[in-house]
């Protein structure tokens, strides 16, 4: 793994905490475990001698030492795991199923642990054992006890157990800790890594997806989609910058060779007024081919689309048809418009007229005279169709992309004005309006289609 250490990161933190919350409760939860099995059952062994105390002291108390002794014999031979001793005042053996008092010291409420020998299947073992312990009359003393052993061989294996269950535990979270953790780091690494190459230049470098649609994924896919727009924005700039360079260079040029050749020639005042006429008509050209530049330009960086207002299409297309609609009519082309009004959309009024307005302008520049052309905007569904068609000679099919970038003229239009702007700025605001945007077979003609959708994005 690079540079980051594991431990750092942030993944290994929280499975850090999560870990110890959970051990802790596994923790708890075994302790209360092991305090209710073992305590319980270390209550119930005091219980049962103390009962068989209280009933000895009765026989006792009816039968005198005679009697007791008859019965601890008797119960010395039956019961397995009871403990009992009576002795005589020198603390010597008078019954019972152990031959010595025990060496242990008897606590102040009379309880005493000890060790003693037991046979067991023909050998001898030795077993803890716990009693209580009780004075007769005259020095004589009576030990009634049980062996713990098994007991305490039980809390031993609950011991063992519940502290290898907590070390399960805690191995395994600790390794799920570590693959999560590394994991997750390979991941953020890739997107690091992916950032050090687009700063260093690679911006068509992506981040990886792995697919599974969970937030890293949804950063990756966020990082991407932002690295896509701004290579777009980077790379529509780098055009436009291109497209000036090649494009504004030779009517500049022109420009300047008419006036040095004006200034070289004899004086001459009809002469100059005429060159400067020319040159007054080249730079409006110019002017009119940077604004245009910079209307895609702003269109295509998405400039506008925060300052998208509701705008009536219906009124767009209308003003402008007012506008070309003579301009039509100058050169014996039928126009017709067939607009249903209220077409609300969301868009910039400025670029809509002026696509619109290029539209008109291409159909009656291209359509000769005689020829129909026809502007419609209607409601379909849930979209807004606007349509711009002629009967002029229309685009060949495998030109129809083509004439969308900027500069492109098709040869037979290079006698008309123009500077092969005008679809370019169409597509530009189709795509701030995320409007789809078609060119079709009118037959003849050109069909031009845009259709916006009235759904709110
Ligand atoms: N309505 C049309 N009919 C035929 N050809 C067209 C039409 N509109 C556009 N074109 C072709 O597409 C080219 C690009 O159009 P455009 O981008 O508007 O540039 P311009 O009109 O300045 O030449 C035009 O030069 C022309 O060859
Ligand atoms: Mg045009």
Do not use: C
């Not at 290898?164 to 191995?171: D, I, N, P, R, V």
């Not at 436009?240 to 004899?266: F, G, K, Q, W």
């Not at 502007?375 to 711009?388: C, I, N, T």
Request: charged share 25%; proline share 4%; glycine share 8%.
């Amino acid at each position: 793994m690079p540079q980051i250490r594991l431990l750092g990161t942030t993944a290994f933190r929280v499975v850090m905490v999560y870990l110890i919350l959970f051990g802790a409760s596994v923790l708890a939860l075994l302790a209360f475990v092991y305090w209710t099995t073992a305590g319980i059952s270390t209550a119930q062994t005091d219980d049962t001698i103390r009962a068989e105390i209280t009933g000895l002291a009765e026989q006792y108390r009816a039968g005198g030492l005679v009697g007791l002794s008859q019965i601890v014999r008797e119960r010395s031979r039956n019961q397995r795991q009871s403990i009992y001793l009576l002795t005589d005042p020198g603390r010597r053996p008078i019954a019972g199923n152990i031959n010595a008092w025990p060496e242990a010291e008897t606590t102040a409420e009379g309880w005493l642990e000890f060790p003693y020998n037991r046979p067991v299947g023909g050998e001898i073992e030795t077993h803890l054992a716990r009693a209580r312990h009780l004075s007769l009359e005259a020095g004589f003393q009576l030990l009634v006890g049980r062996d713990i052993q098994e007991r305490l061989d039980l809390e031993q294996v609950m011991r063992s157990s519940l502290a290898w269950s907590l070390a399960l535990t805690l191995g395994l979270g600790l390794l799920g800790g570590y693959f999560i953790s590394r994991n997750m780091l390979r991941r953020i690494e890739a997107i690091n890594r992916t950032s050090r190459e687009v700063m260093a230049g690679g911006l068509e470098k992506r981040v990886p997806v792995t697919g599974s649609g969970d937030e890293l994924d949804q950063l990756a896919g966020n990082l991407n989609a932002m690295l896509a727009q701004i290579e777009r924005l980077i790379t529509g700039m780098r055009q436009v910058t291109e497209n000036i360079a090649h494009d504004l260079r030779s009517p500049l040029n022109r420009m300047r060779s008419r006036l040095e050749v004006t200034l070289m020639e004899e004086p001459d005042s009809d002469g100059y007024r005429e060159s400067i006429r020319e040159t007054i008509e080249e730079s409006e050209r110019l002017l009119g081919t940077f604004n245009a530049l910079l209307e895609i330009a702003r269109a295509e960086s998405g400039h506008g689309a925060d300052t998208l207002k509701p705008v009536d299409l219906s009124t767009v297309v209308r003003n402008a048809s007012e506008l070309y609609e003579a301009l039509a009519e100058e050169k014996g082309l039928a126009f017709t418009a067939e607009l249903e009004p209220e077409l609300n959309i969301t868009g910039d009024e400025n670029l809509l007229s002026q696509a619109v307005g290029n539209l008109m302008d291409n159909a009656i520049k291209y359509t000769p005279g005689g020829g129909t052309i026809t502007v419609s905007a209607r409601k379909l569904g849930e979209r807004v169709e606007l349509s711009v068609a002629d009967s002029g000679p229309g685009i060949p099919m495998d030109k129809r992309d083509d004439v969308l970038n900027r500069f492109v003229r098709l040869e037979e239009s290079r006698s008309s004005p123009g500077s092969g702007l005008g679809l370019s700025l169409v597509q530009a605001v189709a795509l701030l309006h995320r409007a789809e945007l078609s060119l079709e077979d009118n037959s003849p003609g050109l069909r031009v289609i845009l259709r916006f959708s009235t759904a709110p994005s």
